[in-house]
């Protein structure tokens, strides 16, 4: 069923595929953005825009009134962001507060034998270790201490470049195999905002029985992994 969904910085590269999947699919998209020019020229025109910042308390709190679900598309790196969404989100009563699901990075997710992506896949190496301590020390932290009673962090690889050389347009997926050797390793923005808006509708349709609540998932093309 459509679903109304809020999207936070939705003009950058995952922000803008999010928005443009849930618009296909049918749902009613709010969008929370810096710019209406920008918002004008990379988003849908089916969606409405609230234009101002997503770390003002009173901006976010007036955007998320009424809707399903809240999917922020930045990391812990906005900590501001983060924070401010998981406070204004957990203010809202029961009753009507919405889903809210976050961006986190592989190294924050736990592998198959119970060793972290960290050392599996990275190598130990200390930039792999920042990340996962900012994403569990701010993002999964900050969630885990809230008033939100369903909330999800899904967690794409780490970026890669893309065939056009962009730093920034393939995510790297699986964190038991962050290889690009492997075949569905990678995947671009349109492929993780997917798994974005079905976890975000599978918690809105399905409460407190969805898999995703209130734990980590690695996205993976074609099927979603929970580390409860």
């Known amino acids: ?25 049918g749902h009613n998209v709010s969008v929370l953005v810096r710019s209406a020019e920008s918002a004008a020229a990379k988003l849908p025109d089916a969606v409405s825009v609230v234009v101002g910042d997503a770390s003002d308390p ?25 924070e401010n969404a998981v406070s204004v989100v957990s203010g809202i009563a029961a009753d009507t507060q919405p889903a809210l699901v976050m961006v986190g990075g592989s190294p924050a997710l736990a592998m198959e034998d119970g060793s972290s992506a960290v050392t599996g896949a990275f190598g130990g190496a200390e930039w792999a270790q920042g990340l996962r ?6 993002t999964f932290a900050a969630l885990e201490a809230s008033q939100v009673g369903r909330y999800c962090m899904a967690c794409p690889g780490t970026m890669k470049a893309s065939e056009d050389g ?14 690009p050797s492997v075949a569905g390793d990678a995947a671009t923005y349109d492929d993780v905002a997917v798994g974005i808006v079905t976890v975000a509708v599978d918690l809105v349709e399905n409460g407190d029985a969805s898999p995703y609540k209130n734990g980590k998932i690695a996205l993976v093309p074609g099927e979603n992994h929970s580390e409860m």
Do not use: C, E, W
Request: aromatic share 2%; glycine share 12%.
């Open 1 to 25: 069923m459509p679903i109304k969904l809020l999207i936070v910085a939705a003009t950058g590269g995952l922000g803008s595929a999010i928005t443009r999947h849930a618009v296909s699919v």
């Open 58 to 82: 009173g901006i976010l709190a007036a955007a998320v009134q009424g809707v399903d679900a809240v999917a922020v598309a930045v990391g812990a790196q906005a900590k501001a962001v983060v």
């Open 133 to 138: 301590d900012l994403h569990l020390g701010v």
């Open 166 to 179: 962009k730093p920034h347009g393939v995510h790297g997926f699986r964190p038991n195999i962050i290889d």
